[in-house]
């Protein structure tokens, strides 16, 4: 079964691997850290679209993006965006991604970023005492704590490589979760298959970060 947008962003908070505190946050968040001020875009090349409320205009840079924001774009495109907390997003070609919980100053600070499709890279700020930081797909979830690390989503896959830090990924189908160091990475399917830890070689590892790198 194909999941459209919409049923993949409203099924996340229910997934198991979430937990229930993530389903509790998502439904308790208050108006502010719903509707507030996530960042700003700070470098774009190529084209990208901002989708608001249903509605998309051209991205530019110096635009704020909110949460509840979603980021698209175009093939041979990547934008940047800083948070307010100074972490930062880097999205790659032909990549959809929503900025749906964003709140580094509450008491429990969490960030939650669903790629649809496409590939993203995130620079977390070590100075942020974040309490959740998540980057979710259809196939995996991925928590950090100051770290540089990116996720691919495909259809039916997710890969997850670090940079820098260590990052935890977990299988949304219940397979398991592995905790990835400098130069690892995973792949997550669908299927309920015991994930692997590997060292990527240099040819992957250098197409995929190209991807998310300004030229």
Request: overall charge neutral; charged content about 20%.
């Amino acid at each position: 079964m194909v999941l459209t947008k919409r049923a993949f962003l409203l099924g996340l908070p229910m997934v198991a691997m979430a937990g229930p505190l993530l389903y509790g946050l998502v439904r308790s968040r208050p108006a502010s850290a719903q509707d507030g001020l996530a960042g700003q875009v700070t470098r774009l090349a190529g084209s990208a679209v901002l989708v608001r409320d249903g509605s998309e205009t051209a991205l530019a840079i110096s635009q704020q993006i909110k949460v509840s924001d979603s980021i698209r774009t175009g093939p041979d495109s990547r934008a940047e965006v800083t948070f307010t907390d100074g972490s930062i997003l880097t999205v790659g070609p032909e990549s959809d991604i929503a900025v749906s919980f964003f709140a580094p100053e509450a008491s429990e600070s969490s960030a939650i970023l669903d790629l649809v499709s496409g590939i993203a890279r995130m620079t977390v700020n070590k100075a942020t005492a974040w309490g959740r930081f998540e980057v979710r797909t259809t196939t995996a979830v991925a928590s950090v704590r100051g770290t540089d690390y990116l996720v691919e989503a495909l259809p039916g896959k997710s890969s997850v490589f670090v940079s820098e830090g260590r990052v935890a990924v977990s299988s949304r189908a219940g397979a398991g979760t592995v905790v990835l160091r400098e130069g690892q990475g995973v792949d997550m399917t669908a299927e309920f298959v015991e994930p692997v830890v590997r060292f990527w070689g240099l040819k992957r590892k250098i197409e995929a970060l190209a991807r998310v790198t300004f030229p």
